[in-house]
Structures are given as C-alpha cells and as structure tokens.
C-alpha cells in the first residue's frame, strides 16, 4: 500500500461502541431493485455483498417506515414486523463480507408519489407542494399523526436490530419528511412542529430523541444512530447554511454517532445564510466536528480525493457513485492497485459490476448521471 493512502484504512470505534475497519463507507443510494412487497431482491443482495467487502461500512438505500412513506417503486420496506426476514437477509449479506450494516430509515413526505402511496393521500408538515414540475399537493398531518410517524421511526429502529444491523441512519436530507419540517418552505405550521427556527427542529430532534430512546431499551450490543442533511434548499424561503448549523449544533449535543452531509459536491461553497469563504464541510466540521464525527461525501473518485477530503478534517468519507463503478476501490488501495481504479464503466460491465436491472436502466439512460464510455 502506498504510505499517503495510511489514514484512509485507520479503524474508527464510534461513541456507540461500533468500531469500523476503515473509513470509507458506501453512501446510500435509491436502486430501485425490491420486490413490489416491499422485500428485497437477491439481485440486490447481491449488489450490495459485492461492495461490503472492502468499505467499513454500508449505508441502505432508504427504508420507509410507514406505509404511506414510500419514496420510490422498487424501495424495500421496514414498516412491518413482516419485513424483518428481507431485512435480516440484506444484512447478514453486508455482514457477512466484513462491512457494518446500516439501515437507512425515512418518510418521503410530499416527495413520494401518489401511486406508491395508499389511497393516494400523500403527506407533509404543510399543504405545499414541492417546486417540481407534477409536484402532488400534500395534506398536512395532524399533531397526533405527527407523533405517530416519530413512533414510526422508532418500531422501524427495533426492527433494524431483530434484523441484526449494526446502526440506523435517520435521513433527515434530500428533501424528505423530516427535512420538510426542517425547512421554511413546506412548514407554514403555527403549532409546536413549526413556525420559529427552533420550532421547525422540533420533529427532526424528536425522531432522534425516539429512536435513540428505542436503541436504549432493545440493543443487547453496541448500535450506532447517524443523522444524514442536506445543508441547504435552492427555493425561497428554505433552508440556508445559517439555519442547518443551528439544526447540526442541536444534534451534535443529542450523543450521536455521526452526521452524513447530502452533498452533490464535497468542496460546494454556501449558497446564503453565512459570510464566508469556507465551503460548507468546513463550516460543518468546524461548528460539530470536535462533537460528532462528519461524514463527508460528493465527487470523491480517487485515493488522491479522499486524501484531500480527509485533510478538512471530516474523519469518515462516503462513496456513491463511485463504489458502483468500483466495488473493489478499498481493496486496490490497501494492495497498491491505485492506479487500477475506474472511474467510468462501459455499457457492458452491469454483469461484471453486478447491478440489478432497475438501476442498471437508470445508469445508462440519464444523460451526465455516471460517466459512460
């Protein structure tokens, strides 16, 4: 191995008592590849074995934790008790090839679309829709079905260690549920889930607060709890970087394992809300990182990046895209392979790589998604 890739393969034990091998970690990334049910397929089991042999650990596409959450056809289920079997496969899966398994827990809120959801009746913290050619109009919950999704969050945790992961990330980025009582964009409440700043932190910090509550009361062994953001919302009025280091500075005092930045790009600058030269994983690392580890990601293709990124200070990097076109990128590091790692894939690699058909489709049918050549 090459002496300037060392720190990338340092173990880290987090507060949990979850200990990782090394620190990169594969990003959640929608695959579009369950079972109508809500089941995972082998294919995808496959798809995710195939990269958890090298990474420390793997973060689950997202998981809905009610019915009325699905975000994506395709998206497997945590909702039930029926579901801990398709749970229990994927991560004995990951396990099994020396990664930690994390599930990835979430409501899609207004971003889910009608047809996945029963009766149509899609849900937010308001009655606005998001700004995207056909948005559906959402209802807005009551405080009582509030609550009852906070709970949500916490069976879907219990589930998560029947099924023997090894943590859960709650996704409180991308636009989603928990982002959407986030932002002042589509939470126009006046009760005690919005309004002020500190009110719209409400939800996010009281999901926490449950599943943090659930993992105290059913873990037997060390279970980590990451949160995932998205810093900032291009719409007006919506989140600024101003509003998400306030958020980030709440949960940092909540003891959890990590914080996930959602970033297109790990250098991307603020777009508004701070006075600043400092991209926003600085600003991130420097208000929590002495707390919480960060976990940064976006546009981290090789070692040279991840070096880079490492140097900001974040202690954990993720790789999206970038681990699809590469399952092997941890193992070609610690073998010397550098140069070996591909940063593009072929029209002809889906076997080789073993992508499921759905998000295969995906790949190489939108335009400047991955670099096909």
């Known amino acids: 191995m090459t002496d300037k890739y060392q720190p990338l393969l340092q173990p880290l034990r987090f507060r949990s008592g979850v200990s990782i091998k090394n620190r990169v970690v594969m990003a959640p990334m929608t695959n579009f ?18 990269r958890s042999k090298g990474v420390g650990m793997v973060v689950t596409a997202c998981t809905n934790v009610t019915a009325n ?28 090839e020396g990664a ?55 069976e ?11 943590g859960v990330e709650v996704h409180g980025a991308n636009g989603y549920l928990i982002q959407q009582f ?10 005690e889930w919005g309004g002020s700043l500190e009110k719209r932190m409400t939800f996010p910090l ?44 709440a949960l940092a005092a909540k003891k959890l394992d990590y914080l996930h930045v959602s970033l297109q790009d790990f250098w991307s600058l603020p777009r508004r809300g701070v006075e600043s030269s400092k991209t926003r994983i600085e600003l991130i690392q420097e208000r929590v990182g002495d707390t919480v580890p960060v976990i940064g990601v976006g546009l981290i293709h090789t ?28 193992e070609k590091v610690e073998e010397g392979r550098e140069s070996e ?12 790589l073993v992508v499921p058909d759905p998000l295969w489709k995906a790949i190489v049918n939108t335009p400047g998604w991955f670099p096909v050549v």
């Not at 590849?33 to 195939?50: L, M, Q």
């Not at 509550?213 to 600024?240: D, Q």
């Not at 790692?341 to 080789?352: F, G």
Request: include cysteine; hydrophobic fraction near 40%.
């Open 69 to 96: 959450g699905k975000g994506f056809p395709g998206e497997f289920a945590g909702h039930t008790d029926d579901m801990i079997p398709s749970l229990r496969h994927l991560a004995a899966a990951i396990k099994n």
């Open 303 to 330: 070692p040279d990046d991840a070096i880079k990124a490492l140097e900001t200070g974040v202690p954990l990097i993720a790789l999206g895209r970038e681990i699809i076109m590469e399952p092997d990128w941890v």
């Open 156 to 166: 879907t945790t219990r589930r998560a260690i029947e099924a023997g992961y090894d």
């Open 33 to 50: 590849s369950s079972n109508e049910d809500g089941t995972v397929t082998d294919a995808e089991v496959n798809y995710y074995a195939r």
């Open 100 to 154: 930690k398994a994390i599930l990835q827990i979430f409501h899609g809120g207004r971003m889910c679309p009608p047809e996945l959801v029963p009766g149509g009746d899609v849900v937010s913290a308001s009655s606005v829709a998001a700004e995207q050619e056909g948005a559906a109009q959402p209802r807005e919950l009551s405080s009582a079905e509030v609550m009852d999704i906070v709970r949500a969050f916490g």
């Open 206 to 249: 009281a999901v926490v607060d449950e599943v943090k509550k659930v993992v105290a009361e059913h873990a037997t062994s060390p279970f980590l709890v990451g949160y995932r953001f998205s810093p900032e919302e291009a719409t007006e009025p919506g989140i600024t970087m101003a509003d998400t280091l306030e958020l980030i500075s």
């Open 341 to 352: 790692i591909a940063t593009t894939l072929s029209k002809d690699d889906q076997e080789r």
């Open 182 to 191: 986030f932002s002042p964009h589509s939470n126009r409440r006046n009760d």
